[in-house]
């Protein structure tokens, strides 16, 4: 389970201040992800990062921001313009096993609370 | 755009029975379909995975079954023990054609009643 970590675990912050989680690795990986996980709704992809420099919306990007400036380190801002920011925040990172296959290794994850 | 359906939501054995997870996938272009398992206030953990030009794998006490043609695969769980209780989550993929990007299902959580 080591490897990639997550700070802080717990976050709390009033309505309208950006706040941002970190997210760090030191398995070399190139690629690094980020979910949100809401009860009922499994892990839904926030951005994803194949290698420095680069990134991509997944499926709920709308409200945060990214930046991959070094391969160990993917930061999530959560903005003031995500609507419903309250939830629990979970890094991935990754390498191919073979030509197939990636296996994602997750981070301990944080959990956001907005008021 | 793509998605990956789970069923079912919560599922609820007694200690020794088997259980099933089925997931259905729309992107046709999906070649790889791993498992995770994220037990209570810990991270998922890879536990089984099946490439699309396999129909079943096995691993002990759990195996993966895929039918292309249908667009499903699914978990099954033999001999179920109080440490399987988890919530368990489906994924597709096309694989290395993009940089590993997994699609989930929306989980099930498994309860193993001694």
């Known amino acids: 389970d080591g490897g990639i970590t997550q700070s802080p675990k717990y976050l709390f912050r009033k309505e309208g201040q950006n706040v941002t989680l970190s997210c760090e690795q030191n398995?070399?990986?190139?690629?690094m992800y980020w979910y949100r996980q809401d009860p009922g709704q499994g892990l839904r992809l926030i951005y994803y990062?194949?290698?420095?420099?680069?990134?991509q919306k997944g499926d709920i990007a709308e409200g945060y921001s990214v930046s991959r400036e070094k391969k160990e380190s993917f930061p999530l801002t959560v903005t003031s313009a995500q609507k419903n920011p309250t939830a629990f925040y979970l890094c991935?990172?990754?390498?191919?096993?073979?030509?197939?296959?990636?296996?994602?290794?997750f981070g301990p994850g944080t959990r956001l609370t907005v008021t | 755009g793509e998605n990956v359906e789970q069923h079912p939501s919560t599922l609820s054995v007694q200690e020794g029975d088997s259980a099933v997870i089925k997931c259905t996938y729309s992107?046709?272009?999906?070649?790889?379909f791993p498992w995770y398992k994220q037990e209570l206030g810990k991270r998922p953990q890879l536990i089984i995975d099946?490439?699309?030009?396999?129909g079943e794998k096995k691993d002990q006490r759990i195996a993966v079954t895929l039918n292309k043609t249908a667009k499903h695969f699914s978990l099954h769980i033999t001999e179920t023990q109080p440490e399987d209780s988890a919530v368990y989550f489906c994924?597709?993929?096309?694989?290395?054609?993009?940089?590993?990007?997994?699609?989930f299902g929306q989980g099930t959580e498994l309860s193993v009643k001694p």
């Open positions: 991935a990172s990754s390498t191919p096993r073979d030509s197939w296959s990636y296996e994602q290794y």
């Open positions: 398995l070399n990986h190139d690629a």
């Open positions: 990062s194949q290698i420095v420099n680069d990134f």
């Open positions: 992107d046709s272009a999906s070649n790889y």
């Open positions: 099946i490439r699309s030009n396999v």
């Open positions: 994924a597709a993929s096309r694989g290395n054609n993009q940089g590993g990007k997994l699609i």
